[in-house]
């Protein structure tokens, strides 16, 4: 076997509705290592508010194996198909996978968002978040920090301060 058949990539994983939590453990009781971001919201219920935790992005999640071993993930229950554009996998950059893990353990409330195209490239010279490059962006009044989450074609956002932000070295 050849390195890049055994190289481990990140792609991503589309799942059922509502299915991302099962997934993940069945992919996970199989071996493979996957990744499902989770944030703590709170849900209404006609009688009572509770914490749950929900996934970061709706019916998605990441897992790193190495190409040839894609029909484990496809033949997990609760897995739809993996991402592809043009044919091509969605394979995610291992910076990005560990750039929503920091903003996820740096106590940082993301909220999924729409995939930019425009705004200008920055980078976070400070604080729990340095050195992690993405967008600048306004929301209700707010600046936002989209990180781009190419894989998938989505984003995720946080209220940043402007002051810990750098225009991207290019």
Not at 32 to 45: A, C, F, H, M, N
């Amino acid at each position: 076997m050849t390195e890049v058949q055994d190289k481990r990539f990140w792609l991503a994983v589309y799942t059922k509705p509502r299915h991302e939590k099962i997934a993940d453990e069945k992919l996970q009781e199989k071996g493979i290592e996957s990744y499902l971001p989770l944030v703590k919201r709170t849900r209404q219920w006609k009688d009572r508010k509770k914490k749950v935790w929900m996934p970061l992005f709706k019916s998605y999640l990441f897992v790193r194996i190495p190409l040839k071993e894609t029909l484990h993930v496809v033949q997990t229950y609760g897995v739809h198909h993996i991402v592809r554009f043009s044919g091509t996998y969605g394979i995610m950059q291992d910076d990005q996978i560990e750039a929503i893990r920091q903003i996820l353990e740096g106590g940082f409330v993301p909220e999924s968002d729409d995939y930019f195209e425009v705004g200008e490239e920055v980078e976070i010279s400070y604080g729990p978040l340095q050195g992690i490059r993405g967008i600048i962006s306004t929301k209700r009044n707010e600046s936002r920090f989209i990180l781009k989450v190419d894989g998938i074609n989505q984003a995720i956002s946080v209220m940043i301060d402007s002051n810990w932000l750098m225009k991207a070295k290019t």
